[in-house]
């Protein structure tokens, strides 16, 4: 398969040591990657790109996360695309703003690393779910 026949998951981190960690595994699952910094024209540059799946850092200190996820659920493009946020484990705060800015799933940061396959499952359990009218 050609790389650009291959759906484009964005990864927007600042801790290029955890990039360089989920990077070569989406890659191993199919996806070709690109990883932006958050900031005031991410979302723009977002949608730009027409990915298939968008993980966001909820932690970010460079913009705040939350407020970027609501920015790309107000766009046209990107309203229906899966976005997966993700924070440490005790920072409860963070998923709790994760989903209520629309992100469609709030995991762990060890579940992004250590657990990609079982993410992007249950990503797709919950699409279906919303498609066939089920409520969470």
Do not use: C, W
Not at 120 to 135: C, F, H, M, Q, T
Request: glycine residues 6%.
């Amino acid at each position: 398969m050609n790389a650009e026949d291959q759906p484009l998951a964005i990864l927007v981190e600042d801790n290029l040591m955890f990039a360089m960690m989920v990077e070569p595994a989406l890659k191993k699952l199919g996806y070709r990657v690109r990883i932006l910094s958050a900031g005031a024209e991410a979302a723009a540059r977002i949608a730009g790109e027409a990915p298939e799946l968008v993980f966001v850092n909820l932690t970010t200190q460079r913009y705040p996360a939350p407020q970027l996820v609501r920015e790309m659920r107000a766009r046209d493009e990107l309203a229906e695309t899966p976005i997966v946020g993700y924070a440490g484990h005790v920072e409860r705060e963070f998923f709790q703003a994760g989903r209520a800015a629309g992100a469609t799933l709030v995991v762990p940061n060890s579940a992004i690393r250590a657990a990609l396959p079982e993410v992007l499952e249950k990503v797709r359990s919950r699409l279906s779910g919303i498609a066939e009218g089920e409520d969470d």
